[in-house]
């Protein structure tokens, strides 16, 4: 999560705001967001109309359908992450898992965590995924960047630092949690065109948990809304941030929008000529098409739903359908459908329902350490041919 306001802080201001001004006060509507014309296909503009024909709930559902069609594995990685993780002596032959040692030596698997770089347990579960695959063998590593580092400062991070480590392996795997989906697009939106293709057709899989890839509604609720509330929400945001006193929201304000609309964007293929892009997409899942926990991803989809009424089903930070690439984009894509938030690890894969991570439901102290699990999960259970070997 970008914000954590206590529940008592935040029951109090909304009780306060409601009480001053009214529901209107409060919730003012907020423009849509810029989108694509509505081009068949593009689940981001499908997901908005079904909820304002619908419900969130129904439109959630539809969505959840519909994202089969764009899944290039038709459904099979989801199901064999669910396997691996639900039984964790199972491997799929010929997975990535399974790779020898001289293979995985020469295997370069970079990651890019999303807000809050130092603090929380993100940065921790991220250093416990780098320290694991390292003993494993692979070529793992972060890309550090600045604490709240804008897009384009960011891609530049990614870009140096893909520009040391590529050298030294033969095929890359590109991981980004949350915001970290975004950096990487503005990445391959920007700087990654100068760099050498025999670097970049390196890069084979992109695999993104919960990734921020056509924008935040909740971000755009957070820096646009109107009111005592919205004024509340970014000074409690503020407050959050030591550093940086005068781009306190500057991240969160750059994340709003669909950086397919606001750039001219290249294919993916053309960029990454090899690249297969694996998607985990957060669905919210109690009855209402809200998520049920944690209470701050809650708060926010209700505050969105109620100021956005053009907007989709939300996982409580990202629109679900704003986590796959839109129509036109050649890349492969497989999605991993999971009900619950945007965390993941509180949530249960949608193909036989299963927990993404028990860890998670046994320990609130150590949960953090789902983020391992669901990883070993995916490595058991991805094809190594497609990641080049």
């Known amino acids: 999560m970008f914000v954590s306001i206590p529940k008592s802080t935040r029951l109090t201001a909304l009780t306060l705001c409601l009480g001053m001004t009214g529901l209107s006060g409060c919730l003012k509507t907020i423009q849509p967001l810029t989108a694509s014309p509505a081009v068949k296909g593009d689940l981001l503009v499908e997901s908005r109309l079904w909820r304002q024909k619908t419900s969130l709930a129904e439109a959630r559902d539809r969505l959840s359908e519909a994202l089969l069609s764009v899944d290039a594995s038709q459904g099979r990685l989801e199901k064999d992450i669910a396997h691996a993780n639900r039984d964790k002596s199972w491997i799929l032959p010929d997975s990535i898992h399974s790779l020898p040692r001289r293979d995985r030596e020469r295997t370069g698997i970079i990651l890019v965590l999303g807000f809050n770089q130092k603090e929380g347990d993100k940065p921790k579960m991220v250093k416990l995924i780098v320290e694991e695959l390292r003993k494993r063998g692979w070529q793992a590593s972060l890309v550090q960047l600045g604490e709240w580092g804008t897009p384009e400062e960011n891609a530049n991070a990614i870009d140096a630092h893909l520009r040391r480590e590529l050298p030294k392996v033969d095929r890359a795997i590109a991981v980004g949690f949350s915001k970290g989906g975004d950096d990487w697009v503005h990445w391959v939106l920007g700087p990654a065109r100068s ?18 890839l056509r924008g935040s509604a909740a971000a755009k609720w957070i820096t ?9 929400i970014r000074n409690k945001v503020r407050k959050t941030r030591e550093s940086h006193e005068d781009r ?37 899942d109690d009855e209402k098409g809200l998520p049920s926990a944690p209470s701050d991803f809650r708060l926010f989809s209700k505050l969105v739903a109620w100021g956005m009424p053009w907007s989709g089903p939300l996982d409580g930070l990202v629109e679900s359908a704003a986590q796959v690439f839109p129509p036109g ?15 993941l690890l509180n949530g249960r894969y949608v193909q036989g329902g299963d927990r993404t991570s028990e860890l998670y439901w046994k320990s609130e102290e150590e949960g953090w350490r789902g983020g391992l699990e669901m990883m070993d999960a995916f490595m058991r259970a991805f094809p190594r041919a497609t990641a080049g070997w």
Do not use: C
């Open 329 to 343: 984009e050649t890349t492969p894509q497989w999605v991993v459908r999971v009900r619950g938030s945007h965390a």
């Open 248 to 284: 306190r929201l500057e991240d969160v304000a750059a994340i709003a929008n669909d950086p397919w609309v606001e750039h001219p964007v290249p294919l993916w293929k053309e960029i990454l000529p090899h690249l297969t892009a694996v998607h985990f997409v957060a669905l919210p």
């Open 195 to 212: 760099m050498p293709l025999a670097e970049r057709e390196k890069i084979r899989v992109s695999l993104q948990f919960a990734p921020i």
């Open 224 to 232: 646009e809304t109107k009111g005592p509330l919205g004024a509340y």
